[in-house]
């Protein structure tokens, strides 16, 4: 059949399947009396009552906003936006001196897949990685602070969207590129795309201590896409599985021209090995990155075909087994790590590509998983008791199977279009099986209406009995394609930055707060307290700051109020500049006095009664 | 009494009131049994069923977010942030070329008090009107798409805190400065604070059919602080009150020195009035700006004394009194506009301001209203039987009272520190009297932690009965300083943008797309559609575009899916530029292609099941 043809008829076939599933939903949902009952029984699993709080964390990527989004579960209410990629004037960041450095002039990112930290395959509640597909960065937020603390820029990567996943003991957060690109950023036509263009995986390490990452080395693959990976876990924990689509090597077009192969690949990484590969110096310099080549270093990397165009890989959480989602084909299929292990090392290839060992399907293969009309899978979670849930993209619901049988156990309709599903700490080695959320692309007009882009939206799953059931659907920005979900009791926040009278620039007394000048340069050495600023202790207002027209001026601003909450703002009216000091922090602002004139400055950020008040003055004068 | 001392008792008495409330609340909530079933009806009241939607949208400020938070009321989700002020990668807001010059070059805004559009003084749905104090703009967003359509720069102010809010057909849009600075951008020290240094008041109209801004006049007044104002209904629809603080003319430390008077002054301009002397030609043009002064010109504006340091004054929703909130008196004050009208009938003034007289305290109030230990009142909503509701910042409370006999009905505790309430429909001719949200300020932990910097906070109360219920407490990005609740009726959005072919830059048949070399110009005339880009329908590769580096490039795309909810987006990797087309929208993004090398670009926006797929390549040849 023509494959444009059956694109149509499948399309079709998709969308009545879904329509018909949610008019059963739907209908089911308006029996009336009986539904009040239920609707009374979902609105007491959600509502969290004053003076207690939410559960689990889940922590969703923001998307092409580039910011995480922190929601509380079950309330399902968004409790923190943190910047992450993206400046964000109302926490100040990317207007202070390092976190502007830390986002190395980019306004933008595209954050889809978070990944907490993990000590023996459990979330640790440390840190959160976060990948950056628009730009090409990866990003570490601190727990303790909830504040990106490092962002380190991928060199020969077309879009990482791959990533970020962490391997067992975070040992790696690996980061494979979704386009290729020559390597090095050179130009080349696309019509030597075969040749020149490649795949790129970035394994990177991050310090905890120094909180700090570093590109360990690099993989150079062929230019096919890659999707989405997973590490394994207890048995496979040496391995990363990453799907691929595109191995048609399309130029143009790829949704017809990228979805002609029946087959496409999971590739498998032994990190361990590429690790002694690197160590031994089996490697090139490229762009500053060790890069291995497969066609050169063998052992270490191979492919197992796959259903076409996978979306997800999963590893179950006890490492035995790897899942593969297939977008364009409607089944899950399980395989074993343990069955590739053998076939490794047998020696059992069919075929060879780019230097990777291909295995046969059938060796690997230990189930394909087809519920009749369940279509468009994409990824999948687990429970605590052997199930498996896949988001099905195209006939908009939710399956439970058990991996052991295959027996598909429920099906639940979602909201609109499900991608990626999250489960309460369903990443790790012991998912809890209480809550999954799916994560839903596009929408049909069920929240209040905001015009022609509607909000997307999450489908809350109780998933703690034999069936699922439904709880609601809440509405969110774009856009998460991804979450994790951890306990509150994993993470240790702090409440205020410690006063550390050693720290550079810092001022903890009122009476030295100062101005120094040197040459054309201003530095302030300031302080923010309720309710007021003081840049010089000296002067008849310490709240003003003179400076001439053309001086590079640095607010150095301690806030010495070390109490809950009191974060204070900066603001300077019409000079386009606000950052923040929080309770105990130092930071800097670092700025141009370019324009002549006089501009209040003012605390940004409600923080006492007297807030308002809180307020000084600017004054440049004029050249 | 030492006015620091005064100060010091205060803060101890008001948080020892506030903590004794809160403990009572907080007692009051952990009665076990009773409080299970309260829980249920509270968990029902706010719990939107799938296939329902929320009654109300609550247009929030963002704060120094410099957006427009959209939520749902009762279950007070946020189902939208709109970007006003400050670009938004996630709906490529600052990207495309209209929303950057819209922007002006700034990358913040801080956005205070959204004011929707008013005819014969209810809410009409149709804009919603926003001031910045950071950057001194005004902006408008069109309820119709939920985009903002228009955005003016004003001369001469500093900070517009005291906007925006409509006079009763909306008329006029007003925004009075917040700090003094010399008018027409000049410089003078602060010693020449009190002869150099101007308090402004912009009164802006908006041209409903073009969308767009004008600067009708500006008045200028005494360097006073302007906090909040209101524009008169029904009976006083011509006039528009304003509050002051630091009428002391503090120009160093206000929180303690602009503090010092008993009184301060609301302000009334009679804007019709004044409007006639523009029209007579009683003004100076002063940075563009026509400027009238009340030295000069008489008749439309006077003062009244009040309680020091007002934050609100709030119109009775029948227009004829208005009531001020003493920030730092502990109490309300009702003023009769019919008496205010008496008294400066008669003539009778017992001082003269910067000539503006100023009325008699006695002969212009009602009523003070001074509930015992309720200490710090911000602000003042209604409902539709008479009542108002003021919020108390330091005795954190929400106190019901009726306006006509000053009898305190029901005090309620509030989650923290409440600055606004909004009431539904609370700031028209027509409250309804169903819920009030308070919106609070600076936050104990009582959310999930997030760090350093708590989540803010709202209450949302059930005002229906005779007593205030407190229903929930739920988080929020920083920082909503007001917002406006209007019924669900009155929205009326489009779905998609309508095909318009000779929308300039337009592209509508496949066949039509393009690209046309102008020197060193590319502009590609493009289609986004499920799922690819076609920027050129000859080419071999319909999705690829080869430029020259050093040239500009213009992409004008027309998102051709005319279907709900199927926007596209449009990164470009590397280059950090993203924006959006919504369906049936045409937009342009311009940027200079200084880099080298091969970038792909890709559909950053969820569109199908094929959205991985949506994607071309930006070849740029090196010189």
Redesign the interface.
Known sequence: MNPTLKRVIF?IA?AAAGLLISFIF?AD??KGDQ?ASA??S???K??????E??EY?MMAS?????QLF?Y?LPS???????PVF??????GYGYDAKSKEMLG??????FHHPAISETAGDYDGQFLFAND????RVAAVDL????TVDIMSLPNM??PHAGVFVTENTEYIALPT??A??LD??????DDYESE?KGVVSMTTFDREAKKFDLAYQIVLPPW?Y?LSDAGKKMSSDWIVMTT??TEFA?????IN??QNDRDYIVLLNWKELEKQVAAGNYKDVNGAKMIDPREHKGAIYAVPVAKSP?GVDVTPDGTRFIAAG??APMMTVFSFQKAFDAIEKGEFTDEKYGIPVLNYEDVMEREVDPPGAL?PLHTQFDDRGNAFNTM??SSEVVKWNVDTGEVIDRQPS?F?P?HAAATEGDTVSPDGKWLVALN???????????????ESMDLYDISGDKME?I????V???P?YAQIIH?DK?K?????PKDEARPNSVWKQDDARIERNGNEVHVYGIAMR??FIFDAKA?????V?VKQGDRVFFHMTNIDLD????H?F?I??Y?L?F?V????TSTLEFVADK?????I?C??????????????L????K
């Open positions: 399309a998709g739907f949902l308006n539904n609707n009374q979902k609105a007491e959600v509502f969290v009552p004053y003076g709080k939410d964390y923001g998307g092409h906003s580039g922190v509380g399902m209410r968004k409790i923190r936006t943190v993206t400046p964000d004037p109302a926490t002039g980019y306004t933008w990112g595209d597909v628009g730009n090409n303790e602070t909830f504040h077309g879009g979704r386009f690109r020559p950023g050179q130009f080349a036509p696309l263009y896409s999707d689509y595109n130029t143009t077009n790829l949704e990228a979805s979306h977008k364009l468009g993209f195209i909201y279009s991608g692309k596009i929408a049909k007009d069920n929240f209040l209406s905001v015009g022609p882009s509607h909000p439904h609601m659907a809440v509405p920005d774009p856009e394609h509150r993470i926040t702090i409440t205020v930055y309710s007021r008849d207002r310490p709240d003003a003179t809950q909450d009191i974060t703002g603001g009216n019409e386009d606000n923040e929080q309770p105990g922090q002549a004139g006089v501009y209040p003012y940004t950020n409600f923080c006492s009664a007297l807030h308002q008040e809180m307020s000084g003055y004054l440049v004068e004029p």
